[in-house]
């Protein structure tokens, strides 16, 4: 494809510089200065390639908004669906704002050693001049939205709506910002000490992923269980999520938008692409199986949302690692994670007694930690697989724990702040009849009857 | 026999079966309802408007006993449903003239147990 449209450039710009027919004769002639118009018109289409392949992943990320808000929906109680639609949208509205006043500037600014202190706001970078500016800050936009709106499933169905909108303004505009530049501050002006160390975090098991997931973990531990989550023996109970065809349309969303959010990392629109979709894909696919089959010898039936969670762990794990893994390697990785995401639901579940209605601590968190320590085996360059050493796989684990110190620790004062402020939980009475009553004066599915007893 | 039928709380269903599973009493049918009592509606707003819901919603509960068990089961429903605001609902208790189990052909007392 890309010679063929070159070929086509070439033609063409050899009509227009010779403006005769005698078009043989010419190459014989000037053939430099042909060739210098060539290499310029070439690293233009390629610069508005990039730039065009870039948006378009970006646009993919957003749509993941819509997948994390339906799986979180779907999976928990009819009467809680308007409060979590609105802390999907209201985290990403919240969150593009202020990391557009803040978070980027702390993220991609010129750093002084901890985190960016320019292009706040945008302001001195060179947007005038490049219009590549404005497509890395909606890339990034999408990026922080979707670490901040990991946190609303694990605290979903008795969060008041308040804390949640509080604790995402902290999230886009300080926790995540900071700890990314650490990782990908040198993507635009900054630089941070683990990408120093050579910690790879590809398109963000970490970085977005875990990020997300240990907040989501305070969160929910700062929170406490469900009402009648745990029977006074302390056994978990079920509270089985009230449509899990809009639970499975949204994995396959979110799906769908990984393909942005993988491929779309290299921001340079080249055979990389499709490689990366290959990793992405088979990580995923390979998840859901062996997540299926693992609630199917735990549970004794294959438990369908188990498989949902599956694939989204995969997708999690092989995001540090796509573009470093071979796909055989993706393969092996999105099994592992298939397996720890059932296992790691369970443990949650019933022996941390922390209840997580949808496992995003168990996909974003557990996961993401995984992929990010699964790229120090399969690089295929220094994993430990490939006869590398085992330097990168230490380097992996001192990012994946300082992810797990910033994050937890960062998220575990600031729910505790909110809780003894402005509360973090809504009252007894108002869990029972559902936040959509309670925090919002609607219902979602108005007309229907639906057993509020739940 | 009696036939009980108490309209209580949605949210409390949860508290009322476990008082009545605590006094041995099994057996129990569940119904949405909607209805209204002393307890006024509520506003809900869509769209910045305003609706008045009158009828709310509530949960029938039946519950067919021997005499023997009247006491019991109307103990537990008010022990699991009582609050002490103005919306926790009512009991009514029917004479229950005849009870017929379908697989045995049973008939009172026993169709009951």
């Given at each position: 494809m890309k010679t063929a449209y070159k070929y086509i450039i070439f033609v063409f710009l050899l009509f227009l510089s010779t403006n005769s027919i005698s078009a043989q004769e010419t190459i014989g002639t000037s053939g430099s200065g042909q060739a210098d118009i060539l290499a310029a018109a070439d690293h233009t289409l390629q610069t508005n390639i990039n730039i065009l392949w870039t948006c378009i992943a970006a646009f993919l990320v957003f749509f993941m908004q819509a997948g994390f808000a339906l799986v979180e929906s779907g999976f928990t109680r009819a009467k809680n669906t308007v409060?979590?639609?609105?802390?999907?949208?209201?985290?990403?509205?919240?969150?593009?704002?202020?990391?557009?006043?803040?978070?980027?500037?702390?993220?991609?600014?010129?750093?002084?050693?901890?985190?960016?202190?320019?292009?706040?706001?945008?302001?001195?970078?060179?947007?005038?001049g490049s219009d590549w500016n404005w497509t890395f800050l909606i890339f990034q936009t999408v990026f922080a939205g979707t670490a901040a709106t990991i946190v609303s499933g694990s605290m979903a169905?008795?969060?008041?709506?308040?804390?949640?909108?509080?604790?995402?303004?902290f999230i886009a505009a300080f926790i995540y910002p900071v700890f990314g530049s650490w990782a990908w501050g040198s993507l635009l002006?900054?630089?941070?000490?683990?990408?120093?160390?050579?910690?790879i975090v590809f398109a963000g098991s970490t970085v977005v992923h875990s990020i997300g997931g240990w907040l989501a973990l305070a969160g929910a531990m700062m929170l406490g269980p469900r009402i009648g989550k745990y029977g006074p023996d302390g056994m978990p109970r079920a509270i089985p999520g009230h449509n899990i065809a809009l639970g499975a349309l949204g994995v396959f969303i979110l799906w769908f938008g990984w393909f942005g959010f993988n491929p779309g990392s290299t921001t340079i629109g080249d055979g990389n692409i499709g490689r990366i979709a290959v990793t992405t894909n088979l990580s995923a696919a390979a998840a859901s199986i062996a997540a299926l089959f693992t609630s199917w010898i735990i549970h004794r039936k294959p438990d369908g949302s188990m498989a949902l969670n599956g694939a989204l762990a995969g997708l999690v794990a092989i995001t540090a690692g796509c573009a470093n893994v071979s796909p055989i390697g993706s393969v092996f990785i999105g099994l592992f994670a298939g397996f720890?995401?059932?296992?790691?639901?369970?443990?949650?579940d019933r022996f941390l007694k922390i209840d997580d209605p949808?496992?995003?601590?168990?996909?974003?968190?557990?996961?993401?930690?995984?992929?990010t320590l699964a790229v120090g085996l399969f690089d295929v360059s220094n994993g430990v697989f490939y006869g590398g050493s085992w330097s990168l796989l230490g380097v992996q684990a001192v990012g994946v724990l300082t992810a797990f110190a910033w994050a937890f620790g960062l998220g575990f004062i600031l729910f505790f702040i909110i809780k003894k402020t402005i509360g973090i939980r809504v009252d007894e009475i108002e869990e029972l009849r559902g936040l959509d009553i309670g925090e919002h004066g609607m219902e979602a599915y108005n007309g229907f009857q639906i057993f509020s007893t739940q | 026999m009696k036939l009980i039928i108490a309209y209580i709380q949605p949210e409390s269903l949860?508290?009322?079966?476990?008082?009545?599973?605590?006094?041995?009493?099994?057996k129990m049918s569940i119904t949405n309802a909607l209805g209204c009592g002393e307890q006024k509606g509520y506003h809900e707003t869509y769209r910045g408007a305003v609706i008045e819901v009158n009828l709310l919603k509530k949960v029938r509960v039946e519950i067919a006993v021997n005499d023997n068990f009247v006491e019991k089961a109307i103990?537990?429903?008010?022990?699991?449903?009582?609050?002490?605001k103005i919306g926790d609902g009512k009991i009514f208790i029917h004479e229950l003239t005849e009870c017929i189990r379908i697989r045995t052909g049973e008939t009172g007392k026993l169709a009951i147990g």
């Open positions: 409060n979590i639609m609105m802390k999907n949208l209201m985290d990403f509205s919240i969150g593009t704002v202020v990391f557009f006043f803040l978070g980027f500037g702390l993220m991609f600014g010129v750093s002084n050693g901890f985190f960016g202190t320019t292009h706040f706001a945008m302001n001195g970078t060179d947007v005038a169905e008795r969060t008041k709506f308040t804390a949640y909108l509080t604790y995402s303004v002006d900054g630089g941070g000490w683990l990408e120093g160390l050579g910690f720890l995401v059932v296992t790691s639901v369970e443990f949650i949808v496992g995003a601590v168990s996909v974003h968190g557990v996961c993401g930690a995984f992929g | 949860n508290a009322v079966k476990q008082a009545l599973f605590e006094r041995e009493v099994y103990e537990g429903i008010i022990s699991g449903a009582k609050t002490g």
